[in-house]
C-alpha cells in the first residue's frame, strides 16, 4: 500500500514548529482565495512559551512525509479545560481533538487521522473532535461553504475537499457554525430601527464606547460578561487568568472604541459587542511578512483602517437577562451604533458576524431580523475512539 511510505512524525523544539507552520502556510497558497497570515503570529499559536492555551491543554503536532516529502500535517490535543465540561455542551471527560489539519490526498489524511486517534487513545481520550486548531476560540471548524471569498479576521480557510476524507475516516458532523455577511451601507428595518429608538429613550440604558485610558479593566468587564453569557453553549470553554491578560495584549492594537461597545442598565455593564476592522485587507499585501515592508503597510492601515469590512466576533449578554425583551433591545442598540460609527468614521460597506451555532436561536433569529444572510459555514466532526 501507498500508505507505508507515508511516515508520520511527532513534532519538536523550535525548528519542526517552524516546519509545521511553514507547511500550513504552503498548503494554505494553494488556496485562489486564501489570506497569507503572519508568520510570527502562527509560530507564536504553536508555542508552549506564549500561548497560554498550553496552561491547560496537552499538544502534540505530527507531519506526514512520503519519500522525505513533507505532505501533511495535523494536531492532536486534549483541552483539560474542556474535559471538566458537561458532555451535553459539547465537550465533557474522555474528549480529544485534532486540528490544523492539511493533507496532499486522502492516503496521507487517513494516515494522519489515524496517527491523531492514536495519541488520543493512548491518553485515555474515548472521543475526538475538530478541527480546531487549538483552542475553540481561535479557529473552529472546516469550511464547508464560502471558499469562494476570502475571509475575514481570525476565520479559517480550507479547500472543499477535505471534508469528503475527514467524512471518509468514519467522522459526523456534531455542529456547525454560521457567519453572516451585512450591508451596513444601508440602515436596517422599520422594526429594527423602532426597537433602538425605544432605547435611546430608556434612561435606564446607556450604550458606550470601551474606554482605553481603562483597557485592562473593561477587557476584564467584557470576559466577564463573555464567561457568563456563553457558558451553556456548546464548546464553551471559560478564559483563565492568563488567557485573559494575553487577549488584551493582543487586541488592543486593532481595537478602534467607536466599534466596541458596553452596554449598561443603571450603570452596570451587562452586554458588549466587539467588532475588529478585517486585518485581512492589510495582509495580503505584506504576504504575511513584517519585513522588509510589511510592517510599514500594517502601521498605516491601523491608524485609519479606510474602507474596512468589519467582523463581530463576540458579543454577549449576561444569562439572567438572555430570556427578556432586553437582550435582543441592547444587541440591536449596539448593533446600530457600531453601524453607524463604522460607515461614518471608516467608510465602511460590509460586516461580517461570527461564527453562530446554528442552533443559537437567538443570535440567528437577530441575524436575520437585520437581513444579514449565510456568507460561510463551517462543521465540527465527531468521532469516537
Do not use: C
Not at 25 to 49: C, G, K, M, T
Not at 87 to 111: K, S
Not at 321 to 335: G, K, N, V
Request: hydrophobic share 40%; no cysteine.
Amino acid at each position: 500500500m501507498a500508505e507505508q511510505n507515508i511516515v508520520i512524525e511527532g513534532v519538536e523544539g523550535k525548528k519542526g514548529r517552524a516546519r509545521f507552520v511553514d507547511l500550513g502556510r504552503a498548503f494554505a497558497a494553494r488556496e485562489p482565495h486564501y489570506v497569507p497570515q503572519l508568520r510570527s503570529e502562527q509560530l507564536e499559536l504553536v508555542d508552549p512559551a506564549k500561548n497560554p492555551f498550553f496552561g491547560h491543554a496537552t499538544v502534540q503536532l505530527f507531519i506526514a512525509s512520503r519519500d522525505g516529502k513533507p505532505v501533511g500535517r495535523v494536531s492532536a490535543h486534549i483541552d483539560h479545560l474542556a474535559l471538566e465540561l458537561p458532555t451535553d455542551q459539547g465537550m465533557g471527560p474522555g474528549t480529544g481533538m485534532f486540528g490544523y489539519f492539511d493533507a496532499e490526498d486522502e492516503e496521507v489524511a487517513r494516515a494522519l487521522l489515524a496517527r491523531a486517534e492514536e495519541w488520543l487513545r493512548e491518553k485515555g481520550m474515548t472521543r475526538v473532535i475538530g478541527p480546531i486548531s487549538l483552542s475553540i476560540w481561535e479557529e473552529p471548524g472546516l469550511l464547508m461553504k464560502g471558499q469562494d471569498h476570502s475571509p475575514m479576521i481570525m476565520m479559517g480557510h480550507h479547500p472543499a475537499h477535505y471534508a469528503g476524507w475527514i467524512e471518509g475516516q468514519g467522522y459526523s458532523e456534531t455542529k456547525r457554525l454560521l457567519t453572516y455577511d451585512l450591508d451596513i451601507q444601508k440602515g436596517f428595518p422599520k422594526l429594527v430601527q423602532r426597537i433602538v429608538q425605544s432605547g435611546e429613550r430608556n434612561e435606564r440604558i446607556t450604550i458606550r464606547p470601551i474606554d482605553m485610558k481603562r483597557w485592562d479593566e473593561e477587557i476584564r468587564t467584557v470576559l466577564h460578561i463573555l464567561n457568563d453569557a456563553w457558558s451553556q453553549n456548546w464548546g464553551f470553554v471559560p478564559f483563565t487568568e492568563e488567557e485573559i491578560s494575553h487577549a488584551s495584549k493582543k487586541m488592543k492594537p486593532i481595537i478602534k472604541p467607536q466599534l466596541n461597545m458596553i452596554a449598561e442598565l443603571d450603570g452596570r455593564p451587562v452586554a458588549f459587542m466587539m467588532v475588529l476592522p478585517d486585518i485581512n485587507e492589510a495582509l495580503k499585501k505584506t504576504g504575511g511578512k513584517l519585513f522588509p515592508f510589511g510592517w510599514f503597510h500594517l502601521l498605516r492601515w491601523l491608524r485609519k483602517p479606510k474602507g474596512a469590512g468589519m467582523r463581530v466576533p463576540l458579543m454577549g449578554v449576561l444569562k439572567e437577562f438572555q430570556s427578556s425583551r432586553l437582550a435582543s433591545q441592547l444587541a440591536f442598540m449596539m448593533i446600530e451604533f457600531i453601524r453607524r460609527n463604522a460607515v461614518a468614521d471608516f467608510g465602511s460597506k460590509r460586516g461580517e458576524i461570527g461564527w453562530i451555532l446554528d442552533d443559537n436561536k437567538g443570535m440567528v433569529a437577530i441575524a436575520d431580523t437585520i437581513e444579514s444572510t449565510i456568507n460561510r459555514e463551517y462543521v465540527i466532526y465527531e468521532k469516537s475512539l
